[in-house]
C-alpha cells in the first residue's frame, strides 16, 4: 500500500501501480493537463514516472506556475534545440546540454559553423517540432547496452562519456523523443507542447568536459518562457544588460583591463578601478575595526600537507592550479581558501576561553582554476581578493557571532542600496560525498544555524540540499540588481569540522582549566572585490554614488580667461580630501558638460566671469541637472555630506 501526502495534508491511498499523472487526472482533468511534471520527498520527477508502490511520500504536482517545472521545460527544449541541429547538419556530435540560470546551452561538435544568421532556420526547425507534440519518453538501459546504443548512433562523445564518466553505473538512462534519442538522466516534460516561447540567444566556443586540450565544440545559447510575454521582458532585460556589460563599462571608463600576456582570468585594477576597491576596502575596514576584528596577513601559498588537513586538497583539486614542485622535493598549492592560514595564526598560541572570540580578518587573495569558457570579465576570474575573516569562539557565542556576521552581510548591501535580496540556506545532501564530518556534527550545525535565522526574523528562508560548504553550512545572500537580475555575493558559513581532531584539532583551555573545541565561523559580506565590484559596474551602469565615483566632481572653466580661478577651486576641492579634476580646454562649455556626463562623473562645478567675481561655483548634478549657484565652501560641504552618508541616488530620487 502506497500513501501520499498532497500540499494541503489529504492523504491517498494506492494498492496498484501508479504514476504522478494518473493522480492529476484523479483530482481533475484541467489539473491532469496542466502537470508537467511532480516532487515527490523534495525531488523532482517526471509526470509519467512510476511511483513506489509501498511506504509513504510527500507529492507536489507541478505545473507552469512553479520555477521547477520551467527548468524542466527548458532542459525540454534543448533536446528540442539538438533535434532541431542533428536535423538540420550532418555528423552532428552530442556533448551536454545543461540548464542555465535563465536558459540552456548545448554543445555539439560540427564540422560547419553555426552562426547568428542560422539561428532563424533552427528556430523554425525547433517549431516544427513542438508543433509534432512528440512525448519524451525514457529508456533505462544495463551499461553494457548504453555504450552499444550509442556506437549504432554513431555518438563517439556520448560512446567516450560512458566509458568514463559512467564507468560504474550499472544502468543509465536515455531519453526519446521521435528519431531523437540521447542519453540523459531527465526528468522532462511529457510533450513538447509543454515547451512555450523560446529563442536562441548565441553561439560560443567551448572544449570538450572544458578541457583545453581535447576536442572543440560550438555551444549553442538559448532561452526559453512558458509565455511570450516572458520571453519579451527577458529579452529586454538582455538588452539592458547588454548596455550595462561591466566588461565593455571597465574598458570605456578604464576601471580595469585583463591581458592575455598576464593571463585569463587575471584582473589588471586601472586606477580608476583601484580608486573603488579602495573605497570598498575602507568601508569595511572601518566596520571590521568597530566590531572587533583583528587584521591579519598571509602568504599566497603553503604546502599541499597544510590543504591536504582542511581537505581543499584534494576535495577541490579539480579547480585549483597544480601544485609547485620544488627541487628538494616540497611541493606547494596557490593557496584557494584564505581559512587554513588564518587557523595556523590561531594556532601560533594558546589560546585560553577569555581570548574568545578571536575575530581575524584579511583581504586575502586567493586562486581558482576556472575553465576557460567559464572566465567572464571581473565576475569569474582565476585569482580574486576577498573580504575574508574567521572567527573562532565558544559554541555558546556562535549564536551571537553568526547573528553579527549576517547584520554586516546587510548593512554592506543596505549602504549600497541592494535592498532586494534573499537568503539562502546551503545545507548538507545526506546521498553525497564531498562533505567532511560526521551527520551528528553536521545536523548539529544545521539547527544552530536555523535558530539563528530564525531569531533574526529570516524564519522563511529557503533552505537548499547540496549547496553547503564541503566543512559546514552556510548563509549566501542573492540579491536583486536593478534590472532584477540575481547575484550571489556574501556568505556566512558555520564549521565545526576544520576545527576538529581529524583536521587541525583545535583547542582553548576553558574556566575548568580542560580543553575545550572552538567552533569556526568563516564570513565574506562582499564575497569577492572582483566579482562585487563587476556586479557594481553593471548595477549603477559605471555611474557609481559619490563616495565610491573614481572622480567625484571636475571643475569647468566656461573660457580659458577663468582657468586660475577654475584651478583655484580644484586646489580648494583637493584639500577638502575629494576627488577632483579640471578641464581648462579651450572647448565650448556645453561641449565640456556633455563630455563630462559621457564620463559619468557625479559633479560638475562650472566657472566664469559671475563665479569668479563672486567666489561661488555654478553646480551642476549628473543626475538633476543645474542645480545654481553656490559658494565654493557650501558646495563641499554638500558633498562632503553626501560621502560621509554615503548616499546612493538615482533620477533625483535620494534612496541612500
Known sequence: MLKVILPDGHVLEYSRPVRPIDIATEIGSRLAKATLAAQV????????????????????????????????????????????????????????????????????????????????????EMARIVREDEPFERLDLPHDKAVELCADLGQTLKVEHLREGLAGE????????????????????????????????????????????RQQLQRLYGTAWFSKEDLEKHLKQLEEAKRRDHRVLGKQLELFAIDPAVGQG????????????????????????????????????????????SGHYPFYAHAQFPPIQMADGERYLLKPMNCPHHIKIYQSKPRSYRDLPLRLAEFGTVYRFEQS????????????????????????????????????TQLVLRTLGLDDYRVRLGFRD???????????????????????????????????RGEAAFYGPKVDFLVADCIGRQWQLGTVQLDYNLPSPERFDLSYIGPDNRPHRPAMIHRAPFGSFERFTG????????AFPLWLAPEQVRVLAVSQKFEPYARTVAGCLAEAGLRVSGDYRPEKIGAKIRDAQLELIPYMFVVGGREMEQQTVAVRDRIDGD??????????????????????????KDEG
Open 41 to 124: 520527498n523534495g525531488a523532482v520527477i517526471g509526470a509519467n514516472t512510476s511511483l513506489p508502490e509501498e511506504g509513504k511520500i510527500t507529492l507536489r504536482l507541478l505545473t507552469a506556475k512553479d520555477p521547477e517545472a520551467l527548468e524542466l521545460m527548458r532542459h525540454s527544449c534543448a533536446h528540442v534545440m539538438a533535434r532541431a541541429v542533428m536535423r538540420l547538419y550532418e555528423g552532428v556530435q552530442l556533448a551536454f546540454g545543461p540548464n542555465t540560470e535563465t536558459g540552456f546551452y548545448y554543445d555539439f561538435q560540427i564540422e560547419q559553423p553555426i552562426s547568428e544568421a542560422d539561428f532563424p532556420r533552427i528556430e523554425e
Open 535 to 542: 556586479m557594481l559596474i553593471e548595477h549603477f551602469a559605471g
Open 430 to 464: 545526506p546521498k553525497s560525498d564531498k562533505y567532511v564530518g560526521s551527520p551528528e556534527t553536521w545536523q548539529r550545525a544545521e539547527a544552530a544555524l536555523e535558530e539563528v535565522c530564525r531569531g533574526m526574523g529570516m524564519a522563511s528562508v529557503e533552505v537548499q
Open 266 to 309: 587575471l584582473i589588471l585594477w586601472l586606477p580608476k578601478g583601484a580608486i573603488v576597491r579602495r573605497e570598498l576596502e575602507n568601508f569595511i575596514y572601518a566596520e571590521l575595526m568597530k566590531n572587533g576584528y583583528q587584521p591579519v596577513n598571509t602568504p599566497n601559498i603553503a604546502r599541499v600537507e597544510l590543504f591536504q588537513t
Open 170 to 213: 550499472q544502468t543509465v538512462s536515455f531519453y526519446r523523443q521521435g528519431e531523437f534519442v540521447d542519453l540523459c538522466a531527465g526528468p522532462h516534460v511529457p510533450s513538447a507542447r509543454a515547451i512555450g516561447a523560446f529563442k536562441l540567444l548565441s553561439v560560443a566556443g567551448a572544449y570538450w568536459k572544458g578541457d583545453a586540450s
Open 373 to 408: 569558457g567559464e572566465l567572464n570579465g571581473m565576475t569569474r576570474v582565476r585569482g580574486f581578493t576577498q573580504d575574508d575573516a574567521h572567527i573562532f569562539c565558544t559554541e555558546e557565542q556562535v549564536p551571537d557571532e553568526f547573528r553579527g556576521c549576517i547584520a554586516m
Open 627 to 652: 542645480l545654481g549657484s553656490m559658494g565654493l565652501e557650501a558646495a563641499i560641504e554638500k558633498l562632503k555630506e553626501e560621502i560621509r552618508l554615503k548616499t546612493v541616488r538615482s533620477r533625483g
